[in-house]
């Protein structure tokens, strides 16, 4: 069995989201420079992976509710 790292998690849930991924650590409150660390091989824990997961989530979710109100209100 193959477990995939949490970087490769997020990236496969920020593109079928159609999120950017540095964008989802900044909302997270991270700073730039993790995001670069962990693009670039190094390890990233999971109560990390955990908030970038969640503003995945909540960047997902304004964007569907921003694309529906531009779309009601035409």
Not at 29 to 36: E, H, I, V
């Amino acid at each position: 069995m193959l477990i995939s790292s949490y970087i490769i998690q997020l990236e496969l849930k920020s593109y079928s989201y159609k999120v950017d991924l540095k964008s989802a650590f900044k909302s997270a409150g991270l700073p730039d420079s993790t995001f670069y660390r962990v693009k670039n091989g190094q390890d990233m824990r999971l109560s990390s992976a955990l908030k970038v997961s969640r503003a995945l989530e909540e960047l997902h979710q304004k964007a569907k509710e921003s694309f529906n109100e531009n779309t009601n209100a035409s």
